[in-house]
T-cell receptor, first 112, second 111 residues
Framework: QQQVKQSPQSLIVQKGGISIINCAYE??????FPWYQQFPGKGPALLIA?????SEKKEGRFTISFNKSAKQFSLHIMDSQPGDSATYFC???????????FGKGTRLSVIA | NAGVTQTPKFQVLKTGQSMTLQCAQD?????MYWYRQDPGMGLRLIYY???????DKGEVPNGYNVSRLNKREFSLRLESAAPSQTSVYFC???????????FGSGTRLTV
C-alpha cells in the first residue's frame, strides 16, 4: 500500500505564478515531513521540512502547509521561476531514525 | 568534497550477471540507505543500515543483498541481474531523523 500519496503527477505553471503540490498520509505515527527537489541526472536534495507541531513553515519562496487533522501537507512555491523546474518529492517518517517513505513525485515545469 | 559518492555512474548487464554498487560517505553519518527510482514509482527503499553493523530490508529487497562494510561504506549487490532491476539506484545517508538525507548522484543500471 502507498503510505504517502502525492498529486499532481505533473504541473505546468507560468513564470511568476504559484506552484502547489499536495501530499496525504495515513500513518498517524509519522512525525517528520520533508520535501526534496531533484534536477535531471542528479540525486534528490532536501528543500524544506516540517514537524506536526507547527502548521506552516516558510523558507524564502518555499512554504510547507501542514494539516494534522486532515493528514495532509503541501508545498507552495511562490513567484515560480524556470529554475524551479524539477521533480519534487514529499516524504514522511516516524521517530527513531526510521527510513523515509516517499511519494511518487511531481514533475514541475515553469514556463516563461 | 564532502558528500555521498556512488560508483559506477552507469552500468549495462546481461540477465544473470552479478555486480556490486558501491557507496561511500565522508560525513560521519550513522545511517545509510539504498533506494531505486523508476518512472512513476517514486523512490522505493531496498535496504538500509541504521548504524554500523546492522542492516534491514526495505520495501523491495528481493534480488538484492547489502553489506555495511564500515561506517563509511554501504554496498548493494545484485547476484543474478534481471530486466526488472533496470533502474536508477540512489544511496543516501544521514545522521538522525531531524536531518535530511544526503543523496549520491545515482547509478543508472540497464539489464
Amino acid at each position: 500500500q502507498q503510505q504517502v500519496k502525492q498529486s499532481p503527477q505533473s504541473l505546468i505553471v507560468q513564470k511568476g505564478g504559484i506552484s502547489i503540490i499536495n501530499c496525504a498520509y495515513e500513518n498517524t505515527a509519522f512525525d517528520y515531513f520533508p520535501w526534496y527537489q531533484q534536477f535531471p541526472g542528479k540525486g534528490p536534495a532536501l528543500l524544506i521540512a516540517i514537524r506536526p507541531d507547527v502548521s506552516e513553515k516558510k523558507e524564502g519562496r518555499f512554504t510547507i502547509s501542514f494539516n494534522k487533522s486532515a493528514k495532509q501537507f503541501s508545498l507552495h512555491i511562490m513567484d515560480s521561476q524556470p529554475g524551479d523546474s524539477a521533480t519534487y518529492f514529499c516524504a514522511a517518517s516516524m521517530s527513531g531514525n526510521t527510513p523515509l517513505v516517499f511519494g511518487k513525485g511531481t514533475r514541475l515545469s515553469v514556463i516563461a | 568534497n564532502a558528500g555521498v559518492t556512488q560508483t559506477p555512474k552507469f552500468q549495462v548487464l546481461k540477465t544473470g550477471q552479478s555486480m556490486t554498487l558501491q557507496c561511500a560517505q565522508d560525513m560521519n553519518h550513522n545511517s545509510m540507505y539504498w533506494y531505486r527510482q523508476d518512472p512513476g514509482m517514486g523512490l522505493r527503499l531496498i535496504y538500509y543500515s541504521a548504524s554500523e553493523g546492522t542492516t534491514d530490508k526495505g520495501e523491495v529487497p528481493n534480488g538484492y543483498n547489502v553489506s555495511r562494510l564500515n561506517k563509511r561504506e554501504f554496498s548493494l549487490r545484485l547476484e543474478s541481474a534481471a530486466p526488472s532491476q533496470t533502474s536508477v539506484y540512489f544511496c543516501a545517508s544521514r545522521t538522525g531523523q531531524v536531518y535530511g538525507y544526503t543523496f549520491g548522484s545515482g547509478t543508472r543500471l540497464t539489464v
